[in-house]
């Protein structure tokens, strides 16, 4: 098991996850925590990507469904995040490339499948933040000058990116900050669904052509946070 409240934390970020965990809210006072909480992330995503400008053009779709499982501690004012395991629930690529009605068709393997990983839980006033990433599978399949990272769903309330750059100002309908009201943690088995979908085109140079790549997803994230 890991355990990884504070990792890949640094500078100002840092210092305010912190911050937030030494002056909690009023409502996680040592006698109304639990012991500690089960904490399930469902993550679900039906995506899509064209590569042109390039000898052929690619076309892919894929179904991807993962599961995060792990255990947050109270630990006096702070928490500590426990990873218990990951599962891969369905994974499905599938890639054609050439005219039409003479595709050739790739399929990636279903394993290994994409990887999740929860990078931290932020309180935050009187919310509850699950920050978490969905990645590890390269495009195209078809050999390519071009070999890029599919880009899967994640939670995008403090994510990297320069202003225009980061994931979520990609999102076009709901949001992906992934958020829960801390009155969850008193509760039993309380269950938050959140869902947006996401578009992105850039442009890349490779051996004097300007290769176009479109992609986009729906995704869907359930948390269920249980109090034992």
Sequence with gaps: ?????FRRLSGPLAGAVLAACLFPGPALTAKHLSPWWKVLLEVTARG????????APV???YTCRVLWEGRLEPD???FLLVHIRTEVLEWRLRES???????DILEAPEAPG?????????????EVEFVFGLGGISIPLHA??????LELPRSSGRTPGGRGKAY???????????????????QRSPKRHFSWDWRKERQYVRNGRILTVAQSHAAEAVVTVTAH
Excluded: W
């Design 1 to 5: 098991m890991e355990k990884g409240f």
């Design 48 to 55: 899509a990507y064209a590569v042109s400008g390039g000898e």
């Design 59 to 61: 076309t892919g779709d």
């Design 76 to 78: 006096d004012e702070d």
């Design 97 to 103: 490339s050439g005219p039409a009605g003479r595709e």
């Design 114 to 126: 994409p990887t999740v990983r929860m990078n931290y839980v932020l309180k935050d006033g009187q």
């Design 144 to 149: 390519s000058p071009l070999a890029i990272a």
């Design 168 to 186: 979520g100002d990609f999102v076009g309908r709901g949001s992906s900050r992934v958020v829960i009201p801390e009155s969850d943690l008193e």
